[in-house]
Structures are given as structure tokens and as C-alpha cells.
């Protein structure tokens, strides 16, 4: 029996359907709204390549292709809101772009043609006068052969660059390009929507929250930073060098300070549950971090148990994620007491809103030197503000004002710090 002939070349690719769904979100996240389409019905696309981002009430959520393909469907648009697991979309996976019109072949049966034009119009350059037009950016083109046949010489190179340099500046300066138009015209009263972004609404609706179901009070306290700072003149080189070029910040120093006042008063590091308070036997301290998206919390786990390199490297790599929209939910989520440094932006003083369910958050602020008296004389002295936003249901003001007395006492004496006293 003869066999059945097969053109091997008439079989396609092997095309098979897949969904694009949502993420699969974390308990503390209902829903999220698809931010960005990366890509357009039609476009291909390869393994492991972003598609689309959902953005949820934390973070941006990636969506990367399972295999290579053509994006055949969107079936959640920009600013749709998805569930977990949702269809967003179709991927043809095996599929290629469609090819060019037919007339695109005709081009390379040209390209000889145009190729053989342009060896003809480009001058011939020496050896040694090619590379020195490249060392200082001649063209050749632009270069008159003296040589025999119409070569370019090396003299006529240097000729060239003598007459580049005796050019006045203006005629080797490009024109300046026209300023740019105001986005507003002067005088016009134009107003521009934009929809808040779910970060920046969640982060609103909290703060609402937290004033309007807390008893919220703030007190103060001032800490002479100049211990602090000579020690960390005398040892950051050092201190660099020792850590792989982790960088020794003021960050690390209150971080070790807050938690030990967090253990000394465990009540500042607890948190309230309906009508009960929940006692941490651990510090996992939130650091509050400013990014193009909104104000993000990533939590520092088990402070208790790191040292001044480690949290200023986790520190660092939360601010370069942050930047780069990088934070996962699993990196927000918890915390049991969180600083915020508005002194990076040039705030003297302020009063932080805290973070529910946690009872109190801790304002960094601007070192700035100031007279103080010491022993009776006026001193010049690097000073800072610290505040303490508590929750004072479950914090009294005793409680609250030790917690900063020890911060200030760990703090202008950072050899308590190492010292456990």
C-alpha cells in the first residue's frame, strides 16, 4: 500500500490558544484595575514579556506572556476593574505577525542596486586618514581629495580639522531649538482631570480612616544629632568597605533606637483588634518611602534581630524598587510601628498621621543647627524633631513620652545602641 504524502512545508505552526487572566490576589486585596496595555491585538510578543500591569490598592501587578505568540484579544480595557484570576485577554501561542504587503520582496532586489550608488559616491580614504577623521569626527564626505583619483590624504584630513576649529563657534554650534510652549498660556484658566490612581485613593481613604476611628495625639521631643554624626564621619569609609558598599545612613542608627523603646514599651508596638490588643513579641518596623505612585510602607521584618548594614541595605532596596515600581504586596503588608523622614524633603516639624491597626508612627525631620544651652553656656548644635503620633485608646501620654526620652537617650549616646543599656 502506498503510503500518504506529506508536505512537510504545508503544516503550519502549531497554534494553540491561551487566557491572559489576572493575578491571583492576596486575601487583603478585593480587585484591581488594569493600569497599561503593553502590547496591541495583533502584536507579537515573546515568553516572559510584560503585557499589561494591574494596579491594586499596594502595588502594580505584571502580567508576562506564558509563550511566544500574537496578543489576539483584549477583553479587559485600560481602567477596567478585575477580580483575582479574571480573563484580561487571548494569546495565540505558535502564531507570527502577518506578513508585509507583497510589494516589501521588490527591496531587496533594489538594495544592490542602491548599495552599488552609494560605494560609487563614497570617497576613498587612505588608511591612516580614515582613522584619523574617526579620532575627531570628520566625515569623510565632507572632505575634498587632493589625491590621485580623488583619494582623501591624510593632509586633506588635517586640513579639514584645522578649518573645523578656525570655524566661528556659531556655525559649529546646531541652532538652538525653540523653547518649548507653557502647557498653560498665560492668562488662560485651563483646568486638566486626571483620575486618581487606586494607591493614591486607598492611601486617602486610610488616613481619613485613621483620624476619624482613632483618639490621635502627637508629642515632641528634640535630639542633638552631633554624637550621631561624628560617629558616622569617623566610620563610613570604613564602614562601606566592610559591607560591600552598603552606605552607613541615619535611618539605621533610628531603626536600632526605635526598637529598643519598642520593647522597653511594648504597648507603642501593639496593635487593636475590635476590642482587643494584640501584643507583638517581634519589631517589624514600616519605613515609609516616597515614590512616583504615592507614599508605599515596605516593612523591615524582625528589625530586632539586624544589624546597622542590614537594615541600611534593605532600606536602600526597598527606595530603588520603590522608584521602580518593584514593591510587592508581601512587602507592604504587617508592620508593628513605622518611621517616616519628612526631614529628607526640608520638613522642620510635623505631625504624622498613624498607620492603622498600628497605634503609633514615629516623624523623622530636617537636622538643623540651632542654639541650645549646655552646662550653661550657648552652643551651636545639630538639632532634630522628632514627633510621636500615637493612638490614645490604648497609649497614654506617659508611655508615649518615655518612648521618645529613650529614643533621645539611645540616640545621643549610640554607644547605649551597641551596649544593650
Sequence with gaps: MRGLDVDNESIGPLIMAIEIKAPTFPE????????TWHKKPGDAVKRDE??????????????????DGVLSEIVKNEGDTVLSG????????GATVAAAPAAAPAAPAQAPAAAAAESAE????????????EENGIDPNSVRGTGKDGRVTKEDVVAAIE????????????????????????????????????????????????QSSMAMLTTFNEVNMKPIMELRAKYKDLFEKTHNGVRLGFM?????????????????????????????????????????RGLVVPVLRNAERMGLAEIEGGINEFGKKAKAGKLTIEEMTGGTFTISNGGVFGSLLSTPIVNPPQTAILGMHKIQERPMAVNGQVVILPMMYLALSYDHRLIDGKEAVTFLVTMKDLLEDPARLLLDI
Aim: glycine share 6%.
Design 163 to 210: 578649518a573645523k576649529k578656525s570655524a566661528p563657534a556659531a556655525a559649529a554650534k546646531p541652532a538652538a531649538p525653540a523653547a518649548a510652549a507653557p502647557i498653560f498660556a498665560a492668562g488662560d484658566r485651563v483646568e486638566k482631570r486626571v483620575p486618581m490612581t487606586r494607591l493614591r485613593a486607598k492611601v486617602a481613604e486610610r488616613l481619613v480612616e485613621a
Design 28 to 35: 487583603s486585596v478585593a480587585d484591581g484595575t488594569v493600569a
Design 86 to 93: 479574571e480573563l484580561l485577554g487571548k494569546l495565540e501561542a
Design 252 to 292: 539605621s542608627f533610628f531603626v536600632k533606637a526605635a526598637v529598643e523603646a519598642l520593647k522597653r514599651q511594648p504597648g507603642v508596638n501593639a496593635s487593636i483588634d475590635g476590642n482587643d490588643i494584640v501584643y507583638h513579641g517581634y519589631q517589624d518596623i514600616g519605613v515609609a518611602v516616597s515614590s512616583d
Design 122 to 133: 563614497e570617497p576613498i580614504l587612505a588608511p591612516a586618514a580614515r582613522k584619523l577623521a
Design 50 to 67: 510584560l503585557i499589561v500591569d494591574i494596579e491594586t490598592d499596594k502595588v502594580v501587578m505584571e502580567v508576562l506572556a506564558e509563550a
